[in-house]
């Protein structure tokens, strides 16, 4: 069946360090391909999204592109800030019935320090 | 505007207890749906509503109980819980039209703790 596979956390960086998250993906087809956040107490937060290969998706300094050949979603940022700390999640949607769902992986918590 | 909105936002109930979580949008979505969250884990998808119709049910306990009464409103009916069912409860909302995959908007959640 279809899945998302993330990194192992906590990542923790220093403020301005560069950010990479890995994200690999199995799943027939082409399916869409989302990054997620969800900060301390709430609920998640879109963050990017690409819907074909080779899309980009970028917002708020992070982008993540979608490559097909290595069945990837890469998120990363410049430049991370205190405020990034976050659990980021991706995830995949799949058409199941007459609706779709979104697999997500496991989750890979940010830890920024000053 | 892009929010949902859930209510209550904490809710501790008893075994025997029956309660209510409510979920509403008003971005015209067609499509809503209720996640369970434990801690340190992705959210685990329950039910879909479709145009008002239950369209997907992800074999949840007959304790939970979804309701759609309109195209902007979404319930989760709770009745008999146990312990374990303790977790975050999102709600998400996205368009649906045929043949397009669209984003999902979720809520802020509400904390249940079942005693």
């Known amino acids: 069946g279809d899945s998302v596979t993330q990194m192992e956390g906590p990542v923790t960086l220093s403020e301005e360090a560069f950010l990479t998250i890995n994200c690999t993906y199995t799943a027939t087809g082409y399916p869409s391909l989302f990054w997620y956040v969800q900060y301390p107490g709430e609920g998640l937060q879109l963050l990017l999204k690409?819907?074909?290969?080779?899309d980009k998706g970028s917002n708020k300094g992070f982008e993540a592109t979608y490559r097909k050949e290595t069945t990837s979603f890469h998120l990363e940022k410049g430049s991370v800030q205190v405020s990034d700390s976050a659990v980021y999640f991706c995830a995949l949607s799949r058409t199941m019935d007459s609706s779709y769902k979104l697999i997500f992986g496991s989750g890979t918590r940010l830890l920024v320090r000053p | 505007d892009t929010e949902v909105t859930q209510t209550p936002k904490h809710l501790v109930m008893g075994m025997t207890n029956k309660k209510s979580l409510k979920c509403e949008q008003h971005m015209g979505h067609r499509a809503m749906y209720w996640y369970k969250q434990k801690a340190k884990k992705p959210p685990e998808l329950m039910f879909v509503?479709?145009?008002?119709?239950?369209?997907i049910n992800e074999s949840v306990p007959s304790r939970f109980s979804p309701e759609c009464p309109n195209s902007s409103l979404l319930n989760l009916h709770l009745h008999a819980l146990q312990p374990e069912d303790s977790a975050l409860y999102l709600c998400a909302s996205s368009q649906e039209l045929a043949g397009q995959i669209y984003e999902q908007y979720f809520g802020p959640g509400t904390r249940l703790t079942v005693t």
């Open positions: 690409a819907t074909k290969a080779d």
């Open positions: 509503y479709s145009y008002e119709k239950l369209s």
